[in-house]
């Protein structure tokens, strides 16, 4: 073995040779399988720190599972279907995409990413993640665009998906409808505002709103039918200021007697609850705002204000007329769309949902038969389910995407699907295959024109990688239950009301199953500012390829898995310097054992080991106990410190120095005693690279290719399999006596170190000071002690007549240790 570790030669020779050799293939690696449902990131531009840190964990449990006898189906994705890769492609090329078309606009961005996707290849590749390049998958390519619309075709015939003229959640910045899961909740400073509105015989009646801007759609007062301030009104209407329209003034039990004036205003639409009134009431429809986000010009003195300045110009008029009474500031939550962080608006447009509102107590109990980990992730999905108010809308006003498989008959309202096996297809682009209306004949047929919300795509990742791994042409057949559900869905925990719920209601409709058996949260890296880490934040002073440049794969890999699952960490370097420690003593301790193994012909295990190999064989063993319980929960961090502790403090400080003096001057032991330390050196190395080999792939990869692969004969550390090399063994009797030999050891170094003397430094005399028992146990072992602490005689005392101390006599030092 080379002095040093040269990680940037095995970085760039290893990934070649494991993809050559598909190391990490399900073919290569027979057993149980064990899927996972590995999110695909967004192709627009580069990859951050945060991608590193989420991506490694779900590696190192990939790792660990295909050591552990799975046959790991690890697939990829890339997510170029969205805003963020239209974007990216317009700015890179120029291209205006309603010029070029949508399908060669998705061809150019195909074309245009696949650099960007080469290039996070190549990243994954060298921070190590195994993955089976052989299965990757875009979610804008022509086959998951079929998959999409298959899966959307299938629905809509199971009577889950529905299109109606629907009040919808709008963001005017983004022009488009978005789901109540791409909302974010804001607390922003606004006003109270009292306006006078007056019945028709002139009485004044106040009404307390943070939105006069929608007087225009004010279509009804309220009051709640146990208000006696009010119940005179029963049956009267009142005036609209500024627009003197008559509306009804009703009874509604919604209406918080205790909020403002207990006089509600109903527009249309505030807010949710004005949709219900609107609903319930039947209310006449009275739109202010246009879908740029501008209010109309039937709204008057407010006609092309967008929401704050028609805010304002609203309240400087009713100041005028004087039908403002009082303004109090508050601070209130808003909503926002999460990608533009800017209010949402209500439209009424023709949309496709998603039936989930009937359904809610099923996806309830689907959470209970999966495996949330951590547990208290769980709470957040209930939490969500409970909550959720509305259909999932997955209809989207915007170019870029995948577009419904549908035409509209104009003739009779008939809604037209083509053949599965026309798909992929885009209504816009192809005139309808049947030729005429079904239901009427009529040729007048025009094509739906909204794309699909992108989680309406991404929802079905367990389908997709379904139909990598099987090549079938219907995935969504009950062949699919031979797959799903998956093994495992790695994810952060701000998606779980997206993509987690989605995924969850997609997998039920069309199998009635889970998608998969569990779900892992992972945490966000943080940046100094406890700012989540991202590409849009523009926060990220640690781009991956300038940190590989200072540290290898393995550090970086190291630091990963000291994040607690779930928790968002900030980057730490102090970590990744530990982390470089740990690798170097990884490697120096195998370069002092190297020498020793060398021509050393691992055959069958001794008759008998010795102390020191009996107790080695035993604490390794109770690690790999303690390694997979901990990662049996998903505890990879705590299965890392439990090999941690076993390496540095039993492996390089303990046992090392205790059979130093064996492997220098063998001729002084039993060849036998000699046999039985090579042969537990050698199979202990091997463990122990096991232990780390998920966590660190390049460094154990190098040093199992160097002094084990001739002996093992299998071509990769990651390849071997736990249950062949973690044998266990348990020795207690050993136990009880290294614990009084680790104690000699100890106290003799801190001697010797306190007086600043080479732990060399010969001792002419060793006392120990025991009780009986301990003292016959030592007796049998005074060669090993002789060896390890350099002294030349060994003596024993009884405990009352010594202290434990280190004292010369001369040119000649004598110690004495107390053992209690």
């Known amino acids: 073995m080379d002095k040093k570790y040269n990680n940037s030669a095995a970085e760039t020779q290893l990934p070649s040779q494991w993809e050559q050799d598909r190391t990490y293939s399900v073919e290569n690696n027979p057993g149980e399988q064990y899927s996972i449902d590995t999110p695909p990131p967004t192709v627009s531009g580069s990859l951050h720190i945060g991608h590193i840190f989420s991506y490694t964990q779900t590696d190192i449990t990939a790792r660990y599972k295909r050591m552990s006898g799975y046959s790991v189906f690890y697939p990829f994705g890339f997510d170029d279907n969205g805003l963020p890769t239209e974007k990216y492609v317009e700015k890179k090329t120029k291209v205006r995409p309603h010029e070029l078309g949508r399908s060669k606009f998705i061809e150019l961005c195909l074309e245009q990413t696949q650099e960007a996707e080469a290039e996070f290849k190549s990243l994954w590749q060298r921070i190590g993640l195994s993955v089976d390049w052989k299965y990757w998958y875009s979610t804008i390519s022509k086959e998951t665009r079929r998959l999409s619309q298959l899966s959307f075709l299938k629905l809509y015939k199971d009577g889950y998906i529905y299109q109606k003229d629907e009040p919808a959640i709008y963001c005017p910045t983004c022009r488009t409808t978005v789901a109540q899961a791409e909302l974010d909740d804001v607390e922003k400073p606004s006003f109270f505002n009292d306006v006078i509105f007056k019945t028709k015989q002139g009485d004044e009646l106040i009404i307390g709103t943070t939105r006069p801007e929608l007087l225009y759609s004010t279509s009804a007062l309220l009051y709640h039918p146990d208000d006696s301030r009010y119940q005179h009104l029963k049956g009267k209407t009142a005036i609209v200021p500024i627009y003197d329209r008559e509306i009804p003034i009703l009874e509604d039990d919604l209406v918080e007697i205790e909020k403002g004036t207990g006089l509600v205003m109903v527009s249309t639409f505030g807010d949710q609850t004005d949709i219900i009134w609107y609903k ?23 006609a092309g204000l967008r929401a704050t300045a028609a805010r304002e110009k609203i309240i400087e008029e009713l100041k005028a007329q004087n039908l403002l009474t009082n303004q109090k500031a508050i601070t209130h939550s808003v909503n926002v769309h999460e990608r533009c962080r800017k209010e949402i608006e209500y439209a009424v447009l023709t949309q496709w949902f998603v039936n989930i509102l009937d359904h809610k107590e099923t996806f309830l109990k689907l959470a209970d038969e999966i495996s949330w980990n951590p547990a208290f992730m769980k709470s957040r999905y209930i939490n969500w389910v409970e909550n959720v108010k509305w259909d999932w809308c997955i209809s989207r006003q915007r170019f870029y995407g995948i577009p419904f498989p549908v035409w509209h008959c104009k003739g009779c309202n008939e809604i037209l699907l ?19 209306c079904t239901s009427c004949n009529s040729n007048d047929i025009v094509p739906d024109t909204d794309v699909m919300d992108t989680w309406n795509t991404s929802s079905i990742t367990p389908y997709i990688c379904y139909n990598l791994f099987s090549k079938k042409e219907d995935p969504f057949s009950k062949d699919a239950l031979e797959f799903i559900p998956m093994g495992m869905r790695p994810q952060a925990h701000d998606i779980i009301r ?24 992972s945490g966000h890296v943080l940046s100094s500012e406890k700012e989540k880490i991202s590409k849009s934040k523009g926060n990220n002073p640690l781009d991956p390829h300038n940190l590989l440049q200072k540290y290898s794969a393995d550090v970086i890999r190291y630091w990963t898995a000291s994040g607690t699952l779930g928790q968002d960490v900030s980057f730490s370097e102090t970590q990744l310097k530990i982390g470089q420690k740990l690798v170097t003593k990884l490697w120096n301790a195998f370069r ?17 080991l010795g102390i020191v190999n009996e107790w080695l064989l035993t604490q390794i063993s109770n690690t790999f106990t303690k390694y997979q319980l901990y990662f049996a929960k998903h505890e990879f961090g705590l299965a890392l410190q439990s090999a941690e502790q076993f390496f540095w403090a039993d492996f390089c400080d303990n046992y090392l120095e ?68 973690q044998v266990p063994h348990q020795f207690e009797k050993a136990n009880s006596i290294m614990q009084a030999i680790n104690e000699i050891v100890s106290q003799v170094r801190k001697l010797k170190t306190n007086l600043q003397l080479s732990l060399k430094t010969p001792l002419a005399a060793l006392t120990i000071a025991s009780n009986d028992a301990v003292r016959e146990e030592l007796k049998h072992h005074e060669q090993l002690l002789k060896g390890v602490t350099q002294a030349e005689s060994i003596t024993y005392a009884t405990p009352s007549d010594c202290n434990t101390e280190l004292i010369s006599k001369g040119d000649l030092w004598h110690a004495t240790i107390l053992l209690d």
């Open 280 to 302: 319930k009431h039947n209310l006449p429809l009275r739109l202010s705002i246009g879908l740029d986000g501008k209010w109309i010009p039937e709204t008057g003195i407010i």
């Open 418 to 436: 083509p053949s599965e096996k026309d798909l992929p297809i885009d209504p816009q682009e192809t005139t309808y295959p049947g030729g005429s």
């Open 498 to 521: 997206t993509w987690a719920f989605y995924t969850i209601i997609k997998s039920w409709m069309h199998s009635k199953t889970i998608p998969w058996k569990e779900i892992v949260i």
């Open 592 to 608: 002092f054992a190297e020498p020793h193994l060398q021509d050393f012909d691992p055959k069958e295990q001794p008759e008998t």
């Open 658 to 725: 205790l059979i130093k003096n064996q492997l220098f001057n063998p001729e002084q032991y039993d060849p036998k005693d000699v046999y039985a330390t090579q042969w537990t050196l050698y199979h202990v190395g091997l463990r122990i690279l096991q232990l780390y080999a998920p966590y660190l792939p390049y460094v154990t990869e190098t040093i199992y290719l160097e002094l084990y692969k001739k002996h093992v004969g299998i071509g990769s550390i990651h390849q071997t399999k736990f249950e062949a090399i």
